[in-house]
């Protein structure tokens, strides 16, 4: 069964209510429907509840850039996986190098994360990557592989339905750099591997890994054409309708 092929736009710390909703009233007017691409949207969790009402009915998933692990409780200015369900989402993204790097968030916080968003019946996109030093030190593999196997603690393959990796250089977002398609595919052969020896070969062969680091129209091609990557997590390139509209036209 071939992986779904995703397009997924972090939309991070950006855009006022009225530009996300200007922008997803643009994209969807021009937008044509493709049943071999799955568009996931990450807005601010302010302008969630908006971006909900725009997008009903539209084959187009939404969801949180983060969540906290507990389900309910005194936890001033945290996000519970039920209220991001409440207002519609479907996602959540968990373990952007931006939370790990500057919120600290370590091995067993990104774990708990995953445990809490699936039990919660939300799609988990686990981001991982490695930094610049680890890059040059050589520790790709490990470093990557480490993300891979403390976040899969505990969590059954009957959820890897429910799971897809984006792979994100920490040294390419938002520098304009971004890995090679041989570089990026070699990750995602690895991240992979590292699923199948978790569970098998069969079940990690059916997730979709997505590349992420300064995707845009000029690069897409070459990196979809790999076998391993299924899609992209795009940041600035998804902030304006035209360059996210070239990217859903040429991302197949």
Same mark, same amino acid.
């Given at each position: 069964?071939?992986?779904?092929?995703?397009?997924?736009?972090?939309?991070?710390?950006?855009?006022?209510?009225?530009?996300?909703?200007?922008?997803?009233?643009?994209?969807?007017?021009?937008?044509?429907?493709?049943?071999?691409?799955? /568009?996931?949207?990450?807005?601010?969790?302010?302008?969630?509840?908006?971006?909900?009402?725009?997008?009903? %009915?539209?084959?187009?998933?939404?969801?949180?850039?983060?969540?906290?692990? #507990?389900?309910? %409780?005194?936890?001033? =200015?945290?996000?519970?996986?039920?209220?991001?369900?409440?207002? =519609?989402?479907?996602?959540?993204?968990?373990?952007?190098?931006?939370?790990?790097?500057?919120?600290?968030?370590?091995? #067993?916080?990104?774990?708990?994360? +995953?445990?809490?968003?699936?039990?919660?019946?939300?799609?988990?996109?686990?981001?991982? =990557?490695?930094?610049?030093?680890?890059?040059?030190?050589?520790?790709?593999?490990? +470093?990557?592989?480490?993300?891979? +196997?403390?976040?899969?603690?505990?969590?059954?393959?009957?959820?890897?339905?429910?799971?897809?990796?984006?792979?994100?250089?920490?040294?390419?977002? %938002?520098?304009?750099?971004?890995?090679?398609?041989?570089?990026?595919?070699?990750?995602?052969?690895?991240?992979?591997?590292?699923?199948?020896?978790?569970?098998?070969?069969?079940?990690?062969?059916?997730?979709?890994?997505?590349?992420?680091?300064? +995707?845009?129209?000029?690069?897409?091609?070459?990196?979809?054409?790999?076998?391993?990557?299924?899609?992209?997590?795009?940041?600035?390139?998804?902030?304006?309708?035209?360059?996210?509209?070239?990217?859903?036209?040429? /991302?197949?």
């Amino acid at each position: 069964m071939p992986r779904k092929v995703i397009l997924a736009a972090n939309w991070k710390m950006n855009l006022t209510m009225k530009k996300s909703t200007d922008l997803v009233d643009d994209i969807l007017n021009k937008m044509k429907n493709k049943d071999n691409c799955e /568009i996931i949207l990450f807005p601010s969790f302010l302008h969630i509840p908006a971006i909900m009402e725009k997008i009903k %009915g539209r084959n187009i998933g939404l969801g949180g850039q983060n969540l906290y692990f #507990e389900e309910v %409780g005194a936890y001033t =200015g945290e996000i519970a996986a039920f209220q991001l369900v409440d207002v =519609g989402c479907t996602h959540v993204l968990i373990g952007h190098s931006e939370r790990r790097h500057y919120f600290h968030e370590d091995y #067993e916080t990104v774990n708990k994360k +995953v445990i809490q968003a699936l039990a919660s019946n939300l799609k988990v996109m686990l981001c991982v =990557g490695e930094s610049l030093e680890e890059r040059e030190n050589n520790v790709t593999e490990m +470093v990557v592989v480490d993300q891979i +196997v403390s976040a899969m603690q505990n969590i059954s393959i009957k959820n890897l339905n429910d799971i897809s990796i984006a792979y994100e250089p920490i040294w390419a977002i %938002g520098t304009g750099r971004n890995a090679t398609p041989a570089d990026a595919a070699h990750v995602h052969k690895i991240i992979r591997k590292a699923l199948g020896r978790i569970f098998n070969t069969d079940a990690a062969a059916g997730i979709s890994i997505l590349y992420g680091g300064s +995707v845009k129209p000029e690069n897409i091609k070459e990196l979809m054409a790999e076998e391993d990557i299924d899609g992209v997590l795009v940041g600035g390139a998804s902030l304006k309708a035209e360059p996210f509209l070239d990217l859903m036209k040429l /991302i197949n």
